[in-house]
């Protein structure tokens, strides 16, 4: 069984020749933003989980990696749409796509890139491309799901623990519970291991979401990839904050719905004042509380999977990476 570093590195040599043609092909201004945003890199936590879960049912996982590309690709496509809607202006330590280019570009750029996932999807083996088409298709409609929500609860006074939980179960943790699934489906699972490996993808990537939210607030910009407390300058209604409008004392709690309220603020000020604020309230305790119970999850539904021991190491080693990374 190949690890993770194998198939990141199958993943990374191939998907680099699907860059180079990306980069060659007419017109320019359409495919250049989408293949800067892919050089980059990234983590590619998404391929390498399908490839990895190909090679628990498979000894040639690489037949995965036309829908690994398409997850990489549909992954990215949101950053894009994303960055334009949170005025996000560094993503990898890069300037973000439109501001590299314009917003017209990455809307556009994007939205090729959304339609190039399902022609990578369409590579894959003939008669597994009905189950993988409707998860894809579904996952996709729940990730713009997620998205409306984040959007909507900007400007919601009040968003419960629960509706929060939702919100990042759509916006993020189903396309790590799909990248897992979609490898299982085409490598044959059957149908319990392919719930499974779902059930884990949800789990742990509400726990990866959580993180990310505490590492917003407490990360270091340079090793994070992009700008430190982008979510409080957007009043993003995340777990932390959540917490701490709960948790804080009714001066504190005024103190931070004030500074919600500012449409005129100096950026700095206001992330270090907020970030206080939760500190005080142990909103960053709770944060990773909640985490850590995600990632419990994560190893409790583990353990159900019938697979070989190394390949579970690996989907552990990974879970527990998800929790103590820093970037």
């Known amino acids: 069984m190949l690890s993770f570093q194998n198939l990141l590195d199958f993943f990374e040599k191939e998907f680099q020749k699907e860059i180079q043609t990306l980069k060659a092909t007419a017109p320019q201004r359409l495919y250049e933003p989408?293949?800067?945003?892919?050089?980059?890199?990234?983590?590619?936590?998404?391929?390498?989980?399908?490839l990895h879960a190909a090679s628990l049912f498979s000894e040639t996982p690489q037949i995965a990696f036309p829908a690994a590309a398409a997850l990489e690709l549909f992954h990215n496509f949101t950053l894009l749409h994303d960055d334009i809607m949170d005025h996000a202006s560094i993503r990898r330590g890069m300037p973000a796509v439109h501001l590299k280019y314009s917003e017209n570009s990455?809307?556009?750029?994007?939205?090729?890139?959304?339609?190039?996932?399902?022609?990578?999807?369409?590579?894959?083996?003939?008669?597994?491309?009905?189950?993988?088409?409707?998860?894809?298709?579904?996952?996709?409609?729940?990730?713009?799901e997620g998205q409306q929500y984040?959007?909507?609860?900007?400007?919601?006074?009040?968003?419960?623990e629960s509706e929060y939980l939702t919100m990042i179960r759509l916006k993020t943790a189903v396309l790590i519970a799909c990248s897992l699934k979609t490898g299982a489906l085409i490598a044959?699972?059957?149908?319990?291991?392919?719930?499974?490996?779902?059930?884990?993808?949800?789990?742990?990537?509400?726990?990866?979401?959580?993180?990310?939210?505490?590492?917003?607030?407490?990360?270091?910009?340079?090793?994070f990839g992009k700008?430190?407390?982008g979510d409080i300058c957007e009043n993003k209604?995340?777990?932390?904050?959540?917490k701490a409008l709960e948790l804080s004392g009714e001066k504190n709690r005024q103190s931070l719905k004030e500074w919600m309220r500012k449409t005129?603020?100096?950026?700095?000020?206001?992330?270090?004042?907020?970030?206080?604020?939760?500190?005080?309230?142990?909103?960053?305790n709770a944060t990773r509380e909640m985490m850590k119970a995600y990632y419990e999850m994560a190893m409790d539904t583990l353990q159900k999977l019938n697979i070989p021991d190394p390949g579970k190491t690996e989907l552990r080693n990974f879970a527990t990476q998800v929790v103590s990374r820093t970037k």
């Open 264 to 284: 005129e603020f100096d950026k700095k000020e206001k992330i270090e004042s907020v970030r206080k604020i939760f500190s005080d309230a142990g909103a960053d």
């Open 34 to 50: 989408i293949a800067y945003s892919l050089v980059g890199g990234g983590k590619r936590i998404r391929p390498v989980l399908a």
């Open 188 to 223: 044959g699972a059957d149908e319990k291991s392919c719930q499974l490996l779902y059930q884990f993808g949800i789990q742990i990537g509400i726990a990866f979401q959580l993180q990310d939210d505490w590492l917003d607030v407490y990360g270091q910009e340079n090793s």
């Open 150 to 160: 984040d959007m909507e609860y900007e400007v919601k006074d009040e968003v419960s």
């Open 106 to 144: 990455a809307i556009l750029s994007g939205d090729a890139m959304s339609i190039l996932a399902f022609q990578f999807l369409s590579r894959c083996e003939n008669s597994k491309i009905a189950p993988l088409l409707s998860l894809f298709s579904t996952t996709a409609l729940e990730v713009c």
């Open 227 to 229: 700008m430190i407390g």
């Open 237 to 242: 209604k995340t777990f932390i904050l959540i």
